[in-house]
């Protein structure tokens, strides 16, 4: 650990000088020691992780006539602005008068999701079709992601939003 070694002075004066080593190699071991110890017992951050279930392709797919796919799903778009639309209309019938807005305050999200499934033709294959602009923001697209865990809907969706559903947004938000 430590040596101490006594040198002799040449010349006049009989006086020993003492010189201390102190070897450091028992140190680094420690040091090596604490840090490894450190390490495996400190708790590192978890990554956030929100559980994205894709669908297998259907090998036999089964024709479905439009009026009932409409009513059997809720689709919303994600605005700019913390705004969120959503309808169950297709390409012509939806018009600014059946695009409706709503917003994340509560459960409001959840309970539309509710009646539309209670309201569904087909409830079991209900789906929720989210679809958000250019102009959204990531917090909107997980609170909608929330609020569809929390309705308990295992069949949703996430896509582009269509051409004529952005010009009825469009007008809505102009």
Known sequence: MAEVIAQEKQGGSKQRKKLIRVDMTPMVDLGFLLI????????????????????????????IDN??????????????????????SNAEDLNSSNLKETD???????????????????????????????EANYKNFVDILDNIA?????RYGITDIKPWENKVYEELTK
């Open 36 to 63: 490894t110890f450190f390490m495996f017992t400190t708790n590192f951050t978890k990554p956030n992780v929100m559980d994205l279930r894709l669908p297998a392709k259907d090998p036999n797919p089964h024709p």
């Open 67 to 88: 009026v009932m796919r409409d009513k059997n799903q809720v689709t919303f778009i994600l605005g700019k602005d913390n705004r969120v639309f959503y309808h169950q």
């Open 104 to 134: 994340f305050s509560g459960i409001k999200i959840s309970k539309i999701i509710s009646e539309a499934h209670k309201n569904a033709p087909k409830p079991e294959i209900f789906t929720v079709i989210v679809k958000p602009t250019d």
């Open 150 to 154: 929390i309705s308990k809907k295992e």
